[in-house]
């Protein structure tokens, strides 16, 4: 008869204290991959975010003198049955990150030193210019409001995979509104007149501007984490932000002689690409959780009444701008159409409803007289 001795488990957290299934493998495969095969991205974030129900034995290591752990689910009223099942689909991580950024750089590098090189802003329709300098200067001021709102809202994320989307999607904002200054200083310097410092003074106190400062500052002064990543990029994003990039400054500048500015500007219309993409994959985990689903999104939903009432104002307070140019070439009736059926298409891949007030029609104002260049 063989007696059967029984060990008894020792938990350490200690490099090589058990040894596990595929514990001398050469890979990572103590979590579940998304596909069929772990990636590089995944290796890079996966777990790397400690948490007391995976792997850290001890709990926190830290916390708050109030007794708050270092990093806390309390931090956004959205609840999930597993936050590490989030994948972001542009498996961006800290290189790769580098990587496009260095890209885009490079690419409005060479477009403004060659526009500059041809003296096209000599050539730019007088009216344009002065848009350029009071319109698109004071809009930066929105991308990196966003972008400060987002860099505060990453730090909260209960994981890597989480905070990794937010912090990447902050770092594109900050780029985009650094991108915008620089541009506008350099074709300054080949323009007559130009007063690098006049967007400042509309984006404060144009009443043009107001509402979407509004909307802004309301984004920067939620406390909700998650509000702060879903009302950028769900909200803000494509019925204020794409409204005016891509319904205004895209759709009239070459008709002004202008082939410089949209190319700077298509830079922020495919960071926003990759953001959404990020940001429908996460709240759509979380408003189909088979636990939480029904209360999150109830919570997205009024988020989205809550923020897109400012944007709907926003919009339509931006609307005289679309009357300033000499060769009007779009509308902004057909601008903010788009951007409704935008917000419509997002909110039905995140499976949560839109409230009538949100994608409303434009109300109808006077357009406001074209300024003399």
């Not at 979590?31 to 772990?38: D, F, H, Q, V």
């Not at 931090?75 to 972001?88: E, M, P, V």
């Not at 990150?97 to 403004?112: A, C, D, F, L, P």
């Not at 000499?326 to 995140?350: G, M, P, Y």
Request: glycine letters at 6%; hydrophobic letters at 40%.
């Amino acid at each position: 008869m063989t007696a059967q001795v029984q060990e008894t488990e020792v938990k350490s957290g200690a490099a090589g204290a058990k040894k596990f299934p595929g514990w001398d493998s050469r890979k990572y495969n103590y979590y579940e991959p998304k596909g069929r095969k772990a990636t590089h991205y995944e290796d890079m974030t996966v777990d790397v975010q400690p948490d007391p129900e995976r792997y850290l034995l001890q709990n926190w290591i830290i916390s708050f003198a109030d007794g708050t752990p270092t990093y806390y689910k309390g931090w956004t009223k959205l609840q999930s049955s597993d936050w590490h099942k989030f994948r972001a689909p542009d498996q961006e991580w800290e290189r790769t990150h580098y990587q496009r950024q260095s890209t885009i750089e490079g690419m409005i590098k060479n477009v403004v030193d060659n526009a500059r090189k041809s003296g096209a802003p000599s050539r730019f329709d007088q009216r344009w210019v002065k848009i350029l300098q009071d319109h698109v200067g004071a809009y930066k001021h929105a991308e990196y409001g966003l972008g400060k709102a987002t860099m505060h809202a990453q730090r909260y994320g209960y994981t890597q995979m989480v905070n990794n989307a937010i912090l990447t999607n902050s770092s594109y904002k900050l780029r985009f509104a650094q991108d915008l200054t620089l541009y506008l200083s350099e074709i300054g310097m080949d323009l007559p007149v130009f007063d690098a410092t006049a967007g400042k003074t509309h984006w404060l106190e144009d009443p043009v501007w107001q509402g979407a400062r509004e909307a802004t500052e309301a984004v920067m002064g939620a406390e909700d984490y998650l509000e702060q990543y879903f009302a950028t990029n769900v909200v803000f994003e494509p019925l204020v932000a794409e409204l005016f990039r891509s319904g205004f400054v895209m759709q009239l500048a070459a008709a002004q002689n202008d082939f410089a500015t949209p190319a700077v500007v298509s830079a922020a219309e495919a960071d926003y690409e990759q953001n959404l993409a990020n940001t429908v994959e996460l709240f759509h985990l979380l408003a189909q959780d088979a636990e939480h689903g029904e209360a999150n999104r109830k919570v997205m939903e009024g988020w989205l009444e809550k923020h897109g009432a400012l944007c709907v104002k926003a919009a339509n307070q931006l609307q005289p701008v679309w009357s300033q140019p000499r060769v009007k070439a779009a509308q902004f009736t057909d601008a903010f159409a788009a951007s409704s059926n935008r917000l419509r298409a997002i909110c039905a891949e995140i499976g949560i409803e839109v409230p009538a007030a949100v994608a409303i029609a434009p109300a109808a104002a006077p357009a406001q007289p074209a300024a003399d260049a």
